[in-house]
C-alpha cells in the first residue's frame, strides 16, 4: 500500500506565502507525474500544478507566476511553494501521484493514482 501525508497548509493573509509538502511511503516502485490539485467549498476539484519524474511541470493559468512546482525524487516528496497568495486561493489542497508498484503475489507491476488526505490553505485578512 501507498501512503500520502501532506503538511505545510495554513492561515495566511492576502499577499503571504505557504510551502506545501507531500511524501509518498510505502510500496513504491517508482512514481511519475506528481500534482496538486484544490477544491474550494461548492466547487469541482482542479488542478493546480504537476510535475513529472523528468523535472516538467505544468500549471494552470490562475497559478502562473505565483506558484511552484517541485520535487525530490530521493525522497518520494512534491512540493508547492505559494507566493502572492490571494482570498480566492482559499480550497482543500491534495496531492496526486501516479506510483508504479510491484506485487510479490502477482509478480506483475501496477500503475495506480494515489490521493492525499488534503490539508486546508486559507487566506483571509
Known amino acids: 500500500q501507498v501512503q500520502l501525508v501532506e503538511s505545510g497548509g495554513g492561515l495566511v493573509q492576502p499577499g503571504g506565502s505557504l510551502r506545501l509538502s507531500c511524501a509518498a511511503s510505502g510500496n513504491i516502485f517508482s512514481i511519475n507525474a506528481m500534482g496538486w490539485y484544490r477544491q474550494a467549498p461548492g466547487n469541482q476539484r482542479e488542478l493546480v500544478a504537476v510535475i513529472t519524474s523528468g523535472g516538467s511541470t505544468n500549471y494552470a493559468e490562475f497559478v502562473k507566476g505565483r506558484f511552484t512546482i517541485s520535487r525530490d525524487n530521493a525522497k518520494n516528496t512534491v512540493y508547492l511553494q505559494m507566493n502572492s497568495l490571494k482570498p480566492e486561493d482559499t480550497a482543500v489542497y491534495y496531492c496526486?501521484?501516479?506510483?508504479?508498484?510491484?506485487?510479490?503475489?502477482?509478480?506483475?507491476?501496477?500503475?495506480?493514482?494515489?490521493w492525499g488526505q488534503g490539508t486546508q490553505v486559507t487566506v483571509s485578512s
Open positions: 496526486n501521484a501516479d506510483v508504479k508498484t510491484w506485487r510479490s503475489s502477482t509478480g506483475l507491476y501496477y500503475q495506480t493514482a494515489y
